[in-house]
T-cell receptor, first 112, second 112 residues
């Protein structure tokens, strides 16, 4: 099946630092979504991207749909302790008839 | 609160048993998805239903089955349970096919 390569696998950062994570695919995607999962909870949608080059913000979070349509990144600025969790990228390949594919997640730890 | 309701939240059972996980999608959503998340694993897509009909199948074992009822709620049946089936099982819904997914809080299944 389709694979999304998400990196890094995990990150340990100091409170206040900026964070960047990304997803790449060998296939062209027409949708990129970023989710955050807190322990014991389901993933929560953070940002949805639908056009190549699109840059969308949600508070301190910013995500971009790569112009090649094969990648996306998520930035978190001025991290705070509640940013801790697992961040997943998800994408839908161009045909639109296949379910979303999820990356394996980036586990973020914030040190106060 | 995503609006997706999953029950039960926790389930402990023995090998060889059969369990049923239940999901109520967000009001108005026609599409339901089931995902499995094992320890330190990403979200593995199992199966998708749209308006009562199976739409897509992922890595779902033959011992597992699902259905979506006329009122749009869905059930995932897991039979002949094995230790390796212990995982978090998430249900998600979307308005139509493969749009933004909204996840429930999951059912934590422990097979002893």
């Amino acid at each position: 099946g389709q694979q999304l390569n998400q990196s890094p696998q995990s990150m340990f950062i100091q409170e206040g630092e900026d964070v960047s994570m990304n997803c790449t695919s060998s296939s062209i995607f027409n949708t990129w979504l970023w989710y955050k999962q807190d322990p014991g909870e389901g993933p929560v949608l953070l940002i949805a991207l639908y056009k190549a080059g699109e840059l969308t913000s949600n508070g301190r979070l910013t995500a971009q749909f790569g112009i090649t349509r094969k990648d996306s990144f998520l930035n978190i600025s001025a991290s705070i302790p509640s940013d801790v969790g697992i961040y997943f990228c998800a994408g839908q390949i161009e045909s639109g008839n296949t379910p979303l594919v999820f990356g394996k997640g980036t586990r973020l730890s914030v040190i106060a | 609160d995503s609006g997706v309701t999953q029950t039960p939240k926790h389930l402990i059972t023995a090998t060889g048993q059969r369990v049923t996980l239940r999901c109520s999608p967000r009001s108005g959503d026609l599409s339901v998805y089931w995902y499995q998340q094992s320890l330190d694993q990403g979200l593995q897509f199992l199966i998708q239903y749209y308006n009562g009909e199976e739409r897509a199948k992922g890595n779902i074992l033959e011992r597992f089955s699902a259905q979506q009822f006329p009122d749009l709620h869905s059930e995932l049946n897991l039979s002949s349970l094995e230790l390796g089936d212990s995982a978090l099982y998430f249900c998600a819904s979307s308005a139509h096919v493969n749009e933004k997914l909204f996840f429930g809080s999951g059912t934590q299944l422990s097979v002893l």
